[in-house]
């Protein structure tokens, strides 16, 4: 099933993206090759790792890139020239391209390669302009030189 979002365009500035990922997701993982696999899980309040298993790549075999907020993990492994004769190959060494849709204020921290493991840390940082602050409530100034007023023309009584 499909869901036509153009009517929502007309009377909507701004919310494309939102439309485009709600789109996306109809074709579900259907679209995503299994390869290589991954974890994703969240270390902290706002922070979050993705893991992937890229056993046979090492780091001049990998690639990183965002764009638009799109993370795009890419793995090349050269080809051998070994005259070896593979009686079974468990272990894929297959190109792979992978890509993870990201969340508003979500930012790539690092990555690092670990017993065969890509680690991947993101971050939600928040602008402080999108942050919730209180916003103080001023009187009138009328109000203000009134109340002064009464203040100053009240009698103080001492106590004896």
């Given amino acids: 099933m499909r869901i036509d979002f153009s009517p929502l365009y007309r009377s909507t500035v701004g919310f494309d993206r939102l439309f485009s990922l709600m789109d996306a997701l109809g074709t579900g993982e259907t679209s995503q090759p299994a390869y290589p696999p991954y974890n ?3 270390t902290g309040e706002t922070a979050y790792r993705i893991t992937m298993a ?13 764009k638009e907020g799109v993370l795009v993990v890419k793995g090349e492994k050269a080809a051998t020239e070994e005259n070896k004769e593979i009686l079974y190959r468990g272990i894929a060494s297959r190109s792979f391209e992978r890509r993870f849709q990201l969340a508003d204020h979500v930012v790539v921290h690092g990555a690092k390669l670990e017993n065969g493991l890509l680690h991947i840390d993101l971050v939600r940082e928040i602008p402080e302009a999108m942050k919730p602050r209180r916003i103080p409530i001023a009187a009138p100034a009328a109000a203000r030189t009134i109340e002064a007023k009464a203040e100053a023309a009240a009698p103080t009584v001492e106590a004896a």
Wanted: proline letters at 6%; charged letters at 30%.
């Fill in 40 to 42: 994703i899980e969240r």
């Fill in 54 to 66: 890229v056993a046979g790549f090492g780091e001049p075999d990998l690639a990183l890139e965002v």
